[in-house]
Each structure stands twice: as structure tokens, then as C-alpha cells.
């Protein structure tokens, strides 16, 4: 895959232009030169609270937070996605790691047929800024939205201000979006997360993550998944990794979501840091050399496998 330039980067015009260096800078960084982007997401410590980290079928490692900045250090990543306070506590530690700060989080213990879900905001992007001037390597932003809540109004106008806000200091922003609430009966329903897509493009987001729709209608996930690329137009568009599956079957997912589905790269948590350090690394560096490198499945498997090397230099 070619890499892409400063030159190529379309910078919104809600970018000042005194931060659209910054801006650019920033989006290259993330997408390690490829307008791609590798989203390692170490969010769910909060979303899902300690059940992705310890019990059957996790690796011990996995317990200790620190294992998510190892993976971010020896792997192949774009972007670390986090809460403020995880990343506070360890950047210093692992000052070369591209962050996305998480601005917002609820936990799962309240479920849909209680409440509709609201994700709050956690703190304000001033915060984040100073960890920026303390020398943390903040490229951007993620914020969730959950589409059908009786909440939406307020997650999407607590979005649009921080978007706004974002990329007037040269942040990119990630939008999670997810349909969810009383109102929706059929979370991954194709027009559903398309409609999510475009959302995300009408806030202003540079990238969107969403769920890999459940098309019923004789299509494939991934050929589902290119009407959301295209109603996501210049936002970005990622998938979610899900729960942890076998490296091949991931792989070909992910092949088919960039190659037929039109993904811009993927967002992928569980399915990395639930393994031991040594074969997340490996992951990390197959899930890019797919993402960021256009490599074919079998190749990809091979540096899972670790007969074939990938690294920085074949990006």
C-alpha cells in the first residue's frame, strides 16, 4: 500500500490554521503514513470492567494493565485508545505510543431493559491538553454515542462540541457508534449501522467505529458493511474486533471488511490483549501488515505464525 504524504491529508475546515500542522502531523501519525487506521482499543476496563481481562481463556498477563502498554510498545499499532486516567498513569513509561484519549464511559452493569444507555463525558478537553503540554503523545480523541437511547440528543451534542473543539487544537476524533437502547431491536441491523456512518460524518469525525452489521438478506457481513463506508464518506470507517476468535478467522475478517467492505482499518481490543504478550505482539503485527500494508491473509498468518517478519520498516 502506497504511504500518504502531508500534502495528502484533506484537513476539515473546521481546522484553524494555526493547528492544521498539528492536525496533519497527527493524522499521519495515527495512520502511520497510510490514511489507515490500527485503533488498539484498551477501553473496556470501564466498559466491561475486569471480565475482558481475567478468567477462562485470558492470559494471566492479561490482569495487569500494564500488559496493554507492552503490547503498545513492542507491537505494530496506530493508535492506543484509552481513558485519560489509564493513560496518565503510564505515558511516561511508554512516551513513543500514539494515544487516543477515551472522553467518555459507562460500565455494563446497568443493562437496556433497565435503562437506556448514556455515556457521560468524564472530563473536559482541557485536561487532556495538559497532558499533551507534559509531553504525552495525544493524537486524538474517541467519544461513544449510542443511536435510539432516549440519550442521544445529549451524547451527540456532547460530540459535536468536542469535535469542534478537537480540531481546532489539531486532535483527531474517533467516534464509537453504536445503535443501542429500547427503541432498537436489532443492534447490527445493516441500515442501522450505516445510518451510525453517517452520523458520524455529520459530526464531523475523522473516523467512526462501528459493529460489523448481520445482514440477512444473502449478502456477506463485509458486503453489508460497504454501504456503511459509503454513507460514512470522508469519515473513516472501522470495525469493531468482538469477542476473541482464532487468528485466521480474524484475519479473513478483517481482509474482507478493508478489500470488499470498504473499512478504513479496524478497532481491535480483546481480540489482542486477552492473549500472552508474545503472540499479542505477533497479532498486532499480522492485524497490521493487513491494514496498513494491504498483506494477503496467508501472508498475514505467516507473521502471526512468526515465519515471516513485518515491523515499522515494511509499513
Not at 492479561?62 to 489509564?86: M, S, T, Y
Not at 513513543?96 to 484519549?101: A, G, P
Not at 469535535?163 to 437502547?181: C, D, F, K, T
Request: hydrophobic fraction near 40%; aromatic fraction near 6%.
Amino acid at each position: 500500500m502506497p504511504k500518504i504524504t502531508a500534502a495528502d491529508v484533506r484537513i476539515p475546515m473546521d481546522v484553524p490554521a494555526a493547528s492544521r500542522d498539528i492536525y496533519v502531523d497527527n493524522y499521519l501519525k495515527a495512520t502511520r503514513n497510510t490514511g489507515r487506521l490500527m485503533l488498539f482499543a484498551c477501553d473496556q476496563k470501564v466498559e466491561h470492567m475486569n471480565k475482558d481481562f481475567y478468567g477462562d481463556g485470558i492470559d494471566p498477563a492479561d490482569g495487569k494493565p500494564e500488559h496493554l502498554f507492552q503490547i503498545g510498545k513492542q507491537g505494530v499499532i496506530g493508535v492506543l485508545a484509552g481513558q485519560r486516567g489509564l493513560v496518565a498513569q503510564y505515558a511516561a513509561d511508554y512516551p513513543d505510543i500514539n494515544y487516543l484519549v477515551k472522553m467518555n464511559s459507562k460500565t455494563n452493569l446497568v443493562g437496556t431493559k433497565q435503562e437506556d444507555p448514556y455515556s457521560p463525558q468524564l472530563t473536559d478537553i482541557e485536561a487532556v491538553l495538559q497532558m499533551r503540554e507534559n509531553g504525552v503523545n495525544v493524537v486524538g480523541l474517541g467519544y461513544t454515542i449510542y443511536l435510539g437511547s432516549e440519550y442521544e440528543s445529549t451524547m451527540m451534542a456532547e460530540a459535536g462540541q468536542l469535535i469542534a473543539q478537537a480540531h481546532e487544537n489539531g486532535l483527531l476524533v474517533v467516534l464509537w457508534i453504536y445503535p443501542r437502547g429500547k427503541a432498537v431491536t436489532a443492534e447490527k441491523d445493516p441500515d442501522l449501522i450505516a445510518g451510525a456512518a453517517g452520523v458520524a460524518l455529520c459530526l464531523g469525525a475523522d473516523f467512526v467505529k462501528v459493529n460489523p452489521p448481520k445482514p440477512e438478506d444473502g449478502r456477506s457481513a463485509a458486503e453489508a458493511l460497504r454501504v456503511a463506508a459509503d454513507a460514512a464518506g470522508r469519515t473513516g470507517l472501522v470495525c469493531a474486533g468482538g469477542s476473541t476468535v482464532d487468528a485466521e478467522t480474524f484475519l479473513t475478517q478483517l481482509y474482507d471488511q478493508i478489500h470488499v467492505g470498504g473499512a478504513c482499518g479496524n478497532a481491535t481490543g480483546r481480540n489482542i490483549h486477552q492473549r500472552s504478550l508474545d503472540e499479542a505482539v505477533r497479532l498486532t503485527k499480522a492485524i497490521s501488515a493487513v491494514t496498513l500494508a494491504d498483506y494477503s491473509v496467508a501472508d498475514a498468518l505467516a507473521v502471526f505464525n512468526g515465519e515471516k517478519q513485518f515491523g515499522y520498516d515494511n509499513i
